[in-house]
């Protein structure tokens, strides 16, 4: 079974900053995309930011001058984290975009005042 491997996450306090990465165990081919949405309690899953293998990003509106996405020359994916708020609590999803979509896990992100 094809793993998408999330590692990063935990607890900050508001204005501090996280940094998530994504990988696939090697068995995904073909990958488009990758990038991450997150669910808070009692929300819709929302992307949070993804970026093409062209180099091409996205973020939502509620992150863009804080979040930064990058993807090395090996697939693998951050996700920079900075001046986190109360808001960006939840649980996030790495998701990979090739043939199909596939999805981690999910890492938890707590952001406290």
């Known amino acids: 079974q094809v793993q998408v491997v999330e590692s990063g996450g935990g607890s900050v306090q508001t204005g501090g900053s996280l940094t998530l990465s994504c990988k696939n165990d090697?068995?995904?081919?073909?990958?488009?995309?990758m990038g991450w949405y997150r669910q808070a309690p009692g929300k819709q899953r929302e992307l949070v930011a993804e970026?093409?293998?062209?180099?091409?990003t996205n973020y939502a509106d509620s992150v863009r001058g804080r979040f930064t996405i990058v993807m090395n020359a090996r697939n693998k994916v951050y996700l920079e984290m900075n001046n986190l708020k109360s808001e960006d609590t939840g649980v996030y999803y790495c998701h990979i975009e090739s043939d199909r979509t596939y999805w981690g896990q999910g890492t938890q992100v707590t952001v406290s005042s």
């Open positions: 090697g068995r995904i081919y073909g990958t488009k995309s």
């Open positions: 970026i093409s293998t062209k180099g091409t």
